[in-house]
Every structure is written in structure tokens, then in C-alpha cells.
């Protein structure tokens, strides 16, 4: 079983910083392709960024695109989400997923087989 936990979050002021953290508990990290979500109360589960391969390929909502950024370290087995210019719009609970599918799983939450437990970042305006 893949376990993953995040933390990171937090509140923050709109214009603000913060990095979320996801540890994956498997050694065979670098097969999985790996995202970030986000869930606002009484709106469905949205994608925000992926990362596929060794890092090579990154993916970003248009949302965020240019303000958050997707990494990992592989000697970690951890991926990172760096937001930046914060948002009140982008307050939710954040969620680390992994996914079997290969090259890349795409933006749907369904293709990602494991989740973390999720992390609330809260955007004050």
C-alpha cells in the first residue's frame, strides 16, 4: 500500500507564500506520476499541477500557471508545491495523488490511484 502524507499548509495573506511537502512511502517513488489537487467547500475536486518521469515533464492549471510551481526529489520521495502570489480563490484543501498511468494521467482526478489525507490553505484577503 502507497501512503502519502502532505503538510505545508497553512493561512497565509493574500500576495503570500507557501510550500507543501508530500512524502511517499514507497521506494519505487519514481514510477509514479505524481499531482497536486485542491477541493473548495461545495465545488468539485480540481487539478493544480503534475509532475511525470524523473521530473522532465510538469503540468499546471491555468489557474496557477506562473504562480505555483511542481517539483520532487526522487532521494526524498517527496514532491513539492511552491505557491506564490497567493490568492484568496485558491483557498481549499490541497491533495497530493500519485498515479500508475503512464506517460501522464491527465487532469482527471479518477486516473490517480493514491491520495494523501490533504492539507487546508487558507488565503486571507
Known amino acids: 500500500q502507497v501512503q502519502l502524507v502532505e503538510s505545508g499548509g497553512g493561512l497565509v495573506q493574500a500576495g503570500g507564500s507557501l510550500r507543501l511537502s508530500c512524502v511517499v512511502s514507497?521506494?519505487?517513488?519514481?514510477?509514479?506520476?505524481m499531482g497536486w489537487f485542491r477541493q473548495a467547500p461545495g465545488l468539485e475536486r480540481e487539478f493544480v499541477a503534475a509532475?511525470?518521469?524523473?521530473?522532465?515533464?510538469?503540468y499546471y492549471a491555468d489557474s496557477v500557471k506562473g504562480r505555483f510551481t511542481i517539483s520532487r526529489d526522487s532521494a526524498k520521495n517527496t514532491v513539492y508545491l511552491q505557491m506564490n502570489s497567493l490568492k484568496p480563490e485558491d483557498t481549499a484543501v490541497y491533495y497530493c495523488?500519485?498515479?500508475?498511468?503512464?506517460?501522464?494521467?491527465?487532469?482527471?482526478?479518477?486516473?490517480?490511484?493514491?491520495w494523501g489525507q490533504g492539507t487546508q490553505v487558507t488565503v486571507s484577503s
Open positions: 495523488a500519485a498515479s500508475n498511468q503512464v506517460p501522464y494521467p491527465g487532469s482527471w482526478y479518477g486516473k490517480y490511484d493514491y
Open positions: 514507497r521506494h519505487t517513488f519514481s514510477m509514479y506520476q
Open positions: 509532475i511525470v518521469g524523473g521530473g522532465g515533464s510538469t
